[in-house]
């Protein structure tokens, strides 16, 4: 998905999806960096993650502490609340 107004995937292309992880996952070895898949950002450099081990929930990882902040329970309710602008503050 390609914002085009701001000019940036807000959900990466299925592609670079792997290159994107595994390039976060050897800068930041930890083992919570670890646990999540990045699919997207939101332009500032906070990847949005799933878990790796097919868990729920949508969270955005903070590049500057590395903390993960929930953003919805679901990728659809991810989705939605991308759409109509009622994300939680990330």
Do not use: K
Request: charged fraction near 20%.
């Amino acid at each position: 998905m390609f914002d085009r107004t701001r000019q940036w995937f807000v959900i990466w292309p299925l592609a670079e999806v792997i290159t994107h992880n595994r390039e976060a996952w050897s800068q930041d070895g930890s083992p919570a960096r670890r646990e999540l898949a990045g699919f997207g950002d939101d332009g500032t450099g906070a990847p949005f993650c799933v878990p790796r081990d097919g868990g729920s929930g949508v969270s955005a990882r903070s590049p500057i502490d590395g903390e993960a902040t929930p953003l919805a329970h679901t990728v659809a309710d991810f989705w939605s609340g991308w759409e109509t602008g009622t994300l939680p503050p990330h």
